[in-house]
């Protein structure tokens, strides 16, 4: 990539020098011999491909957790030792959870891949006083490009000759409505959605036609540069991933610390070195929550599931529990909070003021004045201002399966709606007053007019912005359709108020010319239209988005909007929604540009990120410094988007959030999260979800970890005391997998807390288990430890033998694990809050698993395989009484607990 590209202002630039720059004539554009030598200097019109990680790399990943690593290590250890059979299990266990980690991952980012096709396209050239096609890969600076309506602009181009051009630049700038342009140089500064004489690759011509000359190609273009930043934007780890890393190096410490204590101790107490290093082993399968990895998988796994029923599809499964952890939405403007359909809200004649109901393209809806009803005929100017609207616009509205769209303009979708509400259906229209020339919009006039014959001559109707309609009029109409003085301030000041409320105002007049006249000209507009009235329109809030809003603020979530349209729009959109932040002296909404932000110092930044709510007109970098300005000040941030300008800072966001039905490639393959609605409520759901999400994987948590505490301890006081293990790695693995699996993860079916959306987002920094909860672990840990240490002394003691003792003692293990499953169904309160069969998933899963134990129990090849044997009803009654109690021990310290907490407050 030539620096010069990247670092010359084109736009500031007038068209003549830059051609003399470029060295390119512009009748005939560059000979054949030079493309070769340019494109040694600038590299070929591409985006480099970024290659992710083989599968291999991808499967060793899974194994690198140091927890996993100690149970390799065990498992290896007990193989030296010659437990073959033991030794497998362990493996196997180890490979099985690495499996599923491999199988749940999220696949190669494919972001630059889809950049990368963006550009893949022919284009039309001037090269050797030839038009030719040529790949768009093989443009070089100085290259003269033609393009058409629907063309993909192939590279940046500086803008040398205009017809009537119009280009979607949403996916780059964000910018809803198509961008005119045209060849006069601008100031320097200019923002880059506002540089209208720059076409930019990737954008769609909508239509006219250009001339322009390419000035960067590849990596050198913006959407290069859009390129270079999501590849330097690395992918964040999740609050969730963060509590588990800590939590797993907590546990590992102990292990070790514990391992070698016991190792020491039993040394120190006589026994041999071979004897101490399997109860090491022991202690660390047993202390290793193997089924973790796994139930953890399987949980985020459903909650995906939840999810997709409610519109959102998760791409990163880590993704899930994040969305509970949010404390910042940074949403699109278009589509997400408002309803990406233009709507005629306000019209103005010399009368008065008309409010229109009805929102969006359903033509339910009807004109007021007073605050009555009225029909259009009420007003020959409304009734003509609404007829001008029809007549001067090419879009068409149709009803599909139930839901109403628009082809074409969304402003002139919003005059034929506005037009069906007042009874003035476009293709009536068009069989009384048939068209017979148009005049479409150009950025040089500002206005669009269309020739229409009629029964007793032929009108022009004009539709614009309001100075350039007001500069061809002379009078104004009048209630009863004669002419009145027209007051250009009065005018002005109608507009400057709409303006002001973030409303777009267009302007309509009429002019009677001849029944002969068959075309039309730019020199039929000089003067002598008659003014109509004016037109305000806004892509109305979503109904649900106010509600949606106050749900997250209620939540302790800050929402914020992040849009490439105007600032008074954006402010006034906000206001609508009820965003709350920093507010002008009048009492608006502040809205920074990317002009105010460009200015700001680091300090300044930072306030603004924080405390305003609305940010317009923003470039990619800004979207990405702003999450990344978020992030540093303790915020999780969940970030929309559904441009290519928008993939950089859904990469940097803790969840991108793409929009599926509008979005980009590049923007869904950036993010974690797509949107089959594009709704912003859909967000909310999530967020209700990933809290919920959470809240099951606690009561997972706090309900599995007292079992490996419970198994560490009986290996430690077996070594303390001098007794034989009373249970065995196989046997802990046993436990742990099967528990894990068929008893813990019915949890993640329970139905959300009623407080869900009501608490303030998790602290991202908080430990995974609170002081409250660690101490009923080690309580129930306690209690596990006590227990199955007496049920095996207590088969000792009547004679039954170790192995029965130890099937015993394994036994006790599972069953108090049933028991302890209901406690956990809530943390807090009794369990008869939740009830015992809301959720029934929960007994399906103990039934299963006494079916299990009763065939570890008694059936030889498990017998075999996990050294047990058949036990007896005595041994049978001790497990459960050891159920009983726990369970009841477990209910009384949340009574006590929930006691002292009341008298505390």
């Known amino acids: 990539m030539n620096e010069q590209q990247r670092t010359t202002p084109w736009h500031a630039e007038r068209a003549d020098d830059v051609l003399h720059r470029l060295d390119v004539d512009l009748s005939a554009g560059l000979p054949q011999h030079e493309i070769a030598a340019r494109q040694a200097v600038y590299g070929t019109n591409t985006l480099p491909r970024s290659q992710g990680p083989g599968a291999l790399v991808r499967f060793l990943r899974q194994l690198a957790n140091p927890l996993v690593l100690i149970l390799l290590l065990a498992g290896v250890v007990t193989m030296i030792m010659g437990g073959i059979t033991d030794a497998s299990v362990i493996i196997g266990v180890v490979l099985v959870n690495a499996i599923i980690g491999f199988i749940q991952e999220d696949k ?16 039309t050239v001037l090269r050797d006083g030839r038009v030719v096609r040529r790949a768009a890969t093989d443009l070089v600076p100085g290259d003269v490009v033609l393009l058409e309506s629907g063309d993909k602009v192939p590279a940046d181009l500086r803008l040398v000759r205009t017809k009537d051009l119009a280009i979607a630049e949403a996916a780059l700038t964000g910018e809803s409505v198509p961008s005119q342009k045209h060849v006069t140089a601008l100031p320097q500064q200019t923002m880059l959605a506002d540089r209208s004489c720059m076409a930019y690759a990737s954008t769609i011509v909508t239509s006219g036609s250009a001339t322009g000359v390419v000035v960067a190609t590849g990596p050198a273009t913006e959407i290069g540069a859009i390129s270079a930043l999501l590849a330097e934007t690395p992918s964040l780890m999740t609050p969730l991933t963060k509590a588990i890393e800590r939590f797993s190096m907590f546990l590992l410490i102990g292990i070790l610390m514990l391992a070698a204590v016991t190792f020491a101790v039993g040394m120190a107490r006589g026994g041999s070195p071979l004897e101490m290093l399997l109860a090491a082993v022991a202690l660390a399968v047993g202390a290793i929550p193997e089924g973790l990895p796994a139930a953890v998988t399987i949980i985020l796994a459903i909650g995906v599931g939840r999810m997709a029923k409610r519109r959102a599809i998760i791409r990163r499964l880590d993704a899930v529990e994040t969305l509970g952890s949010t404390t910042v939405i940074c949403s699109d403007k278009t589509g997400t909070l408002t309803q990406n359909q233009m709507t005629v809200v306000s019209i103005r004649t010399m009368h008065g003021t008309y409010g229109v109901t009805g929102s969006g393209y359903e033509p339910e809806g009807e004109l007021r004045h007073d605050g009555m009803a009225i029909r259009a005929a009420h007003d020959t100017a409304l009734d003509t201002t609404i007829r001008a609207g029809v007549l001067c616009s090419t879009a068409t509205v149709h009803n599909q399966h139930g839901r109403w769209d628009a082809v074409g303009d969304p402003t002139e979708a919003a005059l034929v709606v506005l037009g069906m509400k007042a009874g003035r259906e476009r293709h009536v229209e068009h069989a009384i007053t048939p068209l017979v020339d ?16 009629t ?36 005018i002005l000041d109608v507009t400057s108020d709409y ?8 302007a309509m007049a009429v002019k009677d010319v001849p029944g002969s006249k068959v075309d039309l000209a730019h020199d039929d507009i000089s003067d002598a239209f008659v003014f109509c009235g004016l037109v305000a329109m806004v892509d109305p809030p979503r109904d649900e988005a106010r509600i949606s809003v106050a749900s997250c603020q209620q939540a302790g979530i800050m929402v914020k909007m992040i849009t490439g349209d105007h600032a008074d729009t954006a402010s006034t959109i906000a206001d609508a929604i009820g965003l709350q932040g920093d507010r002008t002296e009048a009492g608006r909404l502040v809205a920074y540009t990317g002009a105010d932000l460009s200015a700001m110092d680091g300090a300044e930044f930072d306030r603004a990120a924080q405390r305003a709510a609305v940010f317009a007109r923003v470039s990619p970098e800004q979207k990405l410094r702003l999450v990344d300005s978020l992030q540093r000040q303790g915020n999780v941030v969940a970030m929309t988007g559904d441009g290519v300008n928008d993939a950089p800072a859904l990469r940097q966001a803790n969840i991108g959030v793409a929009m599926g039905m509008t979005g980009t490639d590049v923007a869904k393959d950036a993010s974690d999260m797509i949107l089959t609605d594009d709704n912003f409520s859909t967000i909310v759901n999530a967020v209700e979800e990933g809290r919920t999400v959470f809240d099951n994987l606690l009561k997972f948590i706090v309900w599995t970890i007292p079992t490996n505490i419970g198994e560490g301890l009986i290996i430690v006081a077996a070594i303390m005391l001098g007794v034989e293990l009373p249970i065995l790695p196989v046997q802990i693995l046993w436990i742990n997998m099967t528990t894990a699996v068929i008893l813990g993860l019915p949890l993640a079916f329970e139905p959300k807390q009623p407080d869900v959306m009501t608490r303030r987002p998790r602290t991202p920094d908080a430990p995974l288990i609170d002081t409250s909860l660690m101490m009923r672990t080690l309580f129930v840990g ?35 694990a049933a028991f302890y499953l209901f406690n956990t169904r809530t943390l807090v309160q009794p369990l008869r809050t939740v009830g015992m069969f809301s959720n029934l998933w929960i007994w399906g899963g103990v039934g299963l698993m006494a079916v299990l134990q009763l065939a570890l129990i008694y059936l030889p090849v498990m017998n075999t ?13 001790a497990c459960l009484t050891s159920g009983v109690v726990l369970l009841t021990a477990v209910a009384i310290e949340k009574k006590v607990r929930s006691s002292w907490y009341a008298t505390s407050d």
Request: proline share 2%; aromatic share 8%; net charge neutral.
């Open 108 to 123: 190669a980012v494919q972001a630059l891949a889809s950049l990368s096709q963006t550009i893949g396209s022919e284009a």
């Open 438 to 453: 148009v005049l479409p919009f150009s950025s040089d006039h500002r206005y669009m007019a269309t020739l229409h014959r």
């Open 455 to 490: 029964a007793d001559g032929a009108q022009i109707y004009l539709k614009g912005s309001v100075e350039a309609v007001l500069s061809h009029c002379g009078t104004a109409m009048d209630v009863d359709g004669t002419s009145t003085l027209l007051r250009h301030k009065a």
């Open 499 to 506: 303006a002001a409320q973030g409303l777009r105002v267009l």
């Open 782 to 816: 306690a209690m596990l430890l006590v227990m199955a240490f007496s049920i095996y002394m207590f088969e000792l003691w009547r004679g039954m033998g170790i192995d029965v003792a130890r099937t015993a003692s394994t036994n006790a293990f599972v069953v108090m």
């Open 865 to 877: 395989l996990f050294h047990t044997v058949p036990i007896d009803a005595v041994s049978w009654a």
